[in-house]
């Protein structure tokens, strides 16, 4: 699954470990989402949506490999 995590992160000018904080996990959990190798629970993805003012299917695309 592809997202947009990185792009918006940098958008806002944060950190992973800025991230990681406002989503409350841990900065590594940011990096695998970033990179692709961890896909989000469905609140953890709902929170990443709404840290953003966005919907989900606008930061992650089930479709994109």
Do not use: H
């Not at 990443?48 to 695309?61: G, M, P, S, T, Y």
């Amino acid at each position: 699954m592809r997202n947009r995590l990185r792009e918006l992160r940098e958008d806002q000018g944060w950190s992973q470990g800025e991230l990681a904080e406002r989503l409350e996990v841990s900065r590594q959990t940011v990096n695998a989402l970033e990179t692709g190798k961890y896909d989000p629970s469905l609140p953890l993805a709902f929170r990443i949506a709404r840290l953003f003012a966005l919907r989900i299917e606008d930061v992650f695309d089930p479709d994109a490999g």
